[in-house]
Nanobody, 121 residues
Framework: VQLQAYGGGLVQAGGSLRLSCVAS??????TGWFRQAPGNELKFVAF????????YYEDSVKGRFTISRDGAKNTVYLQMDSLKPEDTAVYYC?????????????????WGQGTQVTVSS
C-alpha cells in the first residue's frame, strides 16, 4: 500500500495550487488531507469518502479549497485557491477503509509523504 502526495510549491498570496494524492495497493478507501505548519500540530483540512458522496472541510478553507477524486486514476485532488500565507504548511494525504472521526489523524492508517506548500505575502 502506498500513498504519494505531490503538487506543492511556492505561490504568492491569492494564487492557486492543486495537490494530488495517488493511492496504490489500496481497496475502497476514504481520504483526508491534513497540514502541519512549523511548530504546530497536524490539523485536518478536508475529507472525501470513497464514492465522493461525503465531503467536509475545515472552516478556514471552506469556499477556497475543493477536494475531489478520480476513481479511474486512484487519485484524490485538493484544489487550493485564494491561498493565504497562513496556508503555509506541509500537506499530507491519509486514507483508510473506514474513518469514524474524520478530523482525527490517528483514525487513518495510510499516509503519504507530505508536500510543502509555501504562500508568500
Amino acid at each position: 500500500v502506498q500513498l504519494q502526495a505531490y503538487g506543492g510549491g511556492l505561490v504568492q498570496a491569492g494564487g492557486s495550487l492543486r495537490l494530488s494524492c495517488v493511492a496504490s495497493g489500496l481497496g475502497n478507501h476514504a481520504t483526508g488531507w491534513f497540514r502541519q505548519a512549523p511548530g504546530n500540530e497536524l490539523k485536518f483540512v478536508a475529507f472525501i469518502s470513497w464514492k465522493g458522496s461525503s465531503i467536509y472541510y475545515e472552516d478556514s478553507v471552506k469556499g477556497r479549497f475543493t477536494i475531489s477524486r478520480d476513481g479511474a486514476k486512484n487519485t484524490v485532488y485538493l484544489q487550493m485557491d485564494s491561498l493565504k500565507p497562513e496556508d503555509t504548511a506541509v500537506y499530507y494525504c491519509a486514507a483508510d477503509d473506514t474513518v469514524p472521526t474524520i478530523t482525527d489523524p490517528s483514525q487513518y492508517t495510510f499516509w503519504g509523504q507530505g508536500t510543502q506548500v509555501t504562500v508568500s505575502s
